[in-house]
Each structure stands twice: as C-alpha cells, then as structure tokens.
C-alpha cells in the first residue's frame, strides 16, 4: 500500500471520528438551546396571561361592579379575559395555544380533557407543585406545554364559586346553577395551559448541525488535499526516485578502483543515484553512496587477492 493511501485512510477515520463527536456536541448543545428557546416563549405567553388576569382582577372587576352592582359581566371573569386576550393573539400566531380548564367549571366550554385532568389531579395531589412541562405529539406536530396551577386563594372567588345561592343571579342565568360551584380556599380548581410548536426550533437546530458538520468536512477535504500534496511532492516523490536509483546501481555492472587508490566508482554510483533531496533524504542518498563504495572496495579487493591465498595463511 502506498503511503499517500495509508495516510489518506488515517486521517479519513480520525475525520470521521471528529466529525462524529462534533456533530453529536453539536446537536446536543442545538437542541438544548431549541429547548430552551421553546421554554422561553411559553413562560412569556403565561406571563402575559397571569398579567391580563391580575388586571381584570385588580382594575376591571371593581370598576364594572361599581358601575352596575347588580348585572353580571363576562369581563370581569379573570379567565374569560385571559383567553379572550390571547384568543386575539392567536390570531396572528395560530400556531400558540392558551387554554384554561377545570374539572367544574362554569362555562362548559372551559371543560378539561382527559390529557388536562392529569395534569389538575397532579397539581390537586401535590399542593407544592408550581408547574408541569413537557412535550406532547410527535415530529411535525410536537408541541410543548407548561401548565400551572389556578388556586382559590381569595374569598373573592368564592362569592361566585362557593354555592349556587351565593352567585349572582346574572351569572346565574348565563351559566345555570349546576356547574361551577363547590370550590374550597386552596384548592387547585383550574390550570393554566400554553402550548408552543417545537417544529420551527428543531428544524432551525438541525439546520446549526448541518451548517457546523459542512464546515468541518470542507476544512478537512481541503486540508487533506494540501496534506497529501505536500506529501507527495516532499516525501513520496523523492523516495520514489531515491529508490529507482537505488534499484538501477544494484543492478548495474560493479566499476573497479582505479591506480593509487583513486575511486573512479564513487562518482558514477553518486550520478546513479542522483537526483539526491535535500534533508534527511541527503543524508539517507550520502549513506546508500558510502555503502556502495565500501562494498566495491571490498570486492575489489578480494578479487585481487591470488588464489588459494586463504588456504595458505590459515596454514601458517
């Protein structure tokens, strides 16, 4: 195997290795933040709401019974104005969900499902339980929630939500006397519900890792390529050629030395062996040049020597 191949295989499962940690950091830290962002914005429409209520229940509320004692208004109902409120935002952001139930509520409409009834009865069997979150629905049609709990923490409520003789007669009339009534101080009787897509944060996070996996491989292709370019030009190209010349003066017929010791052999092992790089490539082309010299020599000498020669000195 080449060594350009060996060094492309390298660094192609250390790319592969880094890419996938990157990517996987990557799309943790992106849907965290997508999470977050999700979380953001359904605690901002709660606010939004628990505002609208404190006023119809601080500002509305006083002034319209003030103003009519007797009659029964709609908005001075803290919920009917929040999700009246929200039900107008709604309509340019569709996608955003408000809703307020209850297991009795006055207005049916305000019924909770089975999904919601969970929730309130997680609220009712843990009184310290400020808030619930999580998501509901799968791909394109996951959603968030947070619900929070709606207390009766004033005797305010009560007036109109203890008995059907205690309510005003006006609601009386709108709602009827059979729901809506049986509530106790503390009780957890209703939920705050917001619902936020996830589909748009998730695709945007996706979009991050795409964008953050791109560019790393664009680095890596054009970084491998100067790599192994240099690699070629610096290292295989000259030990190619080192080698060819090495193979040829292997090959080629030995040359003799000359009279008084004179090495007429160096030189033509030196040009066999040329081009010779520069840097450790020299010093490896000085070696192979020394190294053939030196056999030469020996060579050379051991012919010269007449026969039997061994044989005589191993006698003496």
Known sequence: MRIETRFAWIIASCFLFGVTTAGYISYRLEAQQAREEVK???????????SVRSYT?????????AMDAGTFHASQVPSF????????LGDKYPEYRYRETALNPSNLHDR?????VGLLRTFRTDATRKELSGTVGEGGEGRFYVARPIRVSSGACLRCHSTPEAAPSAMLVKYGPN??????????????LVEVPTAAAEQRAWRSVLVTVGSLSCV????AAVFLMLLRRH??????????????TSLAPRTGLGQAGDVHGDDATAEALSPAPGGQFRDLHDAIVRLKTSVDRALT??????????GRDGSR
């Open 112 to 116: 909770a499902n089975d999904w919601e």
């Open 179 to 192: 729901n809506g009534f049986g509530w106790k101080m503390g009780e957890a009787v209703a939920i705050q």
């Open 57 to 65: 229940v601080d500002e509305v509320a006083p002034l319209l019974q």
């Open 81 to 88: 104005a929040a999700q009246s409120t929200i039900k107008r």
């Open 301 to 310: 000498l051991m012919e010269r020597q007449p026969p039997g020669a061994h």
């Open 40 to 50: 953001q914005k359904a605690d901002m429409l709660l606010e939004m709401a628990s």
């Open 220 to 223: 890596f292709v054009l970084s």
């Open 235 to 248: 290292v295989t190209h000259p030990l190619e050629a080192l080698t060819r010349a090495a193979h040829a």
